[in-house]
């Protein structure tokens, strides 16, 4: 089975636009959940998507928000960039087979850098 | 407010002796835990997890302990290679229907050869 997929890789934005960052979960997957990773902040839980429903939500500011498609694919956009938006996006899927939660499969993740 | 610490942010363990990493968690309603592995540049990775209605898991080298009293999980790596380097997260959630892991803030560790 083909991993955690996440596009772009990389990716450079000034301060006061927007980005749309894109994850394909394993297949057969239907929970997605994103992360933001900063230095010495470990991983901070934005929200979790389970057939196109945002299950839970971190405690982030409006201008972070996502969806979740019928094929399980999920987008993350940011609005209005600040610097301290420069994080590693990491998107991670889980069966949600189970009434609880399971085990999470990561992606590589975005690298965002805010000039 | 950090629900699961990771007190130790880095850890040096010679090849072949043991690495113990440490989690310590306020939030008593946790009853899953796990623990991730990191190389730079790559998602983390999942190793080894535990329920609350067991004491300790082994995987292979991994094992993680929970006491429960205590609010504590282990993950100890025996014996420590020096592709074991890498930051280590663990992660808990609670049973009661929501879905979301929180995460320590990592340790990293350096096998030493």
């Known amino acids: 089975k083909a991993g955690v997929t996440q596009t772009p890789r990389y990716l450079i934005k000034t301060r006061g636009q927007q980005v749309t960052l894109s994850c394909s979960p394993i297949?057969?997957?239907?929970?997605v959940s994103w992360y933001q990773q900063t230095p010495g902040q470990g991983l901070q839980f934005l929200f979790e998507?389970?057939?196109?429903?945002?299950?839970n939500k971190g405690n982030f500011p409006g201008r972070f928000s996502g969806r979740q498609f019928s094929n399980s694919r999920s987008e993350m956009n940011v609005s209005t960039l600040e610097l301290g938006d420069s994080a590693l996006y990491l998107c991670?899927?889980?069966?949600?087979?189970?009434?609880?939660?399971?085990?999470?499969?990561f992606g590589p993740g975005t690298r965002l850098t805010v000039l | 407010d950090q629900q699961v610490k990771q007190n130790s942010p880095s850890l040096s363990v010679q090849e072949g002796r043991i690495s113990i990493l440490n989690c310590d968690y306020t939030?008593?309603?946790?009853?899953?835990f796990l623990w991730y592995k990191k190389y730079p540049a790559e998602g983390p990775t999942f190793l080894i997890s535990?329920?609350?209605?067991?004491d300790k898991n082994e995987d292979g080298r991994f094992t993680v302990f929970l006491n429960k009293s205590a609010k504590h999980l282990s993950l100890h790596i025996v014996p420590s290679q020096p592709g074991d380097s890498a930051v280590y997260f663990c992660?808990?959630?609670?049973?009661?229907?929501?879905?979301?892991?929180?995460f320590g803030t990592g340790t990293r560790l350096k096998v030493l050869a």
């Open positions: 297949s057969g997957h239907r929970s």
């Open positions: 998507y389970f057939s196109e429903t945002q299950r």
């Open positions: 939030n008593s309603m946790f009853d899953y």
């Open positions: 992660a808990a959630s609670a049973a009661s229907g929501t879905y979301k892991y929180i």
């Open positions: 991670a899927s889980s069966p949600a087979t189970g009434g609880r939660a399971d085990t999470q499969y």
């Open positions: 535990i329920s609350s209605i067991k």
